[in-house]
């Protein structure tokens, strides 16, 4: 699984454009596992199956991470809630520092936490017990507006970028926005998948 792990970096920007790198995502390249495994297959052409196959992923990178992470860096993963109650989630946790758990930033899909509240409230508070912080992953300007990120006791919040965010027609859509990303608390909103100076921009 090594060979196909990536690392991203989450960046605070300010108004010089300076990136000061806050931890680095931590993710499995889909694309390259898709040609390494099966190339004629689209492996997130169905979500349910895409899910199925990224709760295996999680152990195997818990397992990775376990022996490969230098613990004194910031990373983020994404986890199934799933992930979280199980066997594998418990031996990384015993086998990695308190220090360490502070460093890690766990990131959850909005599908997999409404799927099962229940469950995620409890992955949600033994997660946040054992020192980790929890994100919200994949909201789009859509769904950004019915999250309440205090009430969900998250401690981030990661939105797509898109470049309908940039549209001088959305006026109404970005001050709606504004004040989503005031409720949420600017500094603990991610802008995802800026692929140029003008998402940046947008995102300031």
């Not at 989450?10 to 596992?33: K, M, Q, W």
């Not at 709760?55 to 994404?78: G, P, T, V």
Request: hydrophobic share 45%.
């Amino acid at each position: 699984l090594s060979n196909l792990i990536r690392h991203q970096p989450v960046c605070a920007i300010g108004e010089d454009l300076r990136p000061n790198v806050l931890f680095h995502e931590v993710y499995v390249s889909i694309t390259e596992l898709e040609n390494a495994v099966m190339p004629h297959v689209h492996l997130t052409g169905n979500p349910w199956l895409f899910q199925y196959l990224t709760q295996s992923l999680d152990k195997r990178m818990l397992a990775h991470l376990a022996h490969e992470w230098n613990h004194d860096r910031s990373f983020s993963i994404n986890l199934n809630v799933s992930t979280l109650l199980s066997p594998e989630f418990l031996k990384f946790d015993h086998q990695i520092s308190t220090s360490a758990r502070g460093r890690l930033v766990i990131e959850v899909q909005k599908v997999d936490i409404f799927a099962d509240m229940g469950a995620f409230l409890f992955a949600r508070d033994y997660a946040r017990d054992r020192g980790y912080r929890l994100c919200l992953d994949g909201m789009t300007h859509l769904t950004l507006p019915f999250i309440d990120r205090e009430k969900l006791e998250l401690d981030m919040v990661k939105l797509l970028w898109s470049p309908e965010l940039a549209s001088a027609e959305n006026a109404k859509m970005l001050d709606d926005l504004r004040a989503c990303v005031t409720a949420i608390g600017a500094p603990r909103l991610i802008l995802a998948h800026c692929d140029s100076e003008h998402a940046v921009k947008t995102g300031l």
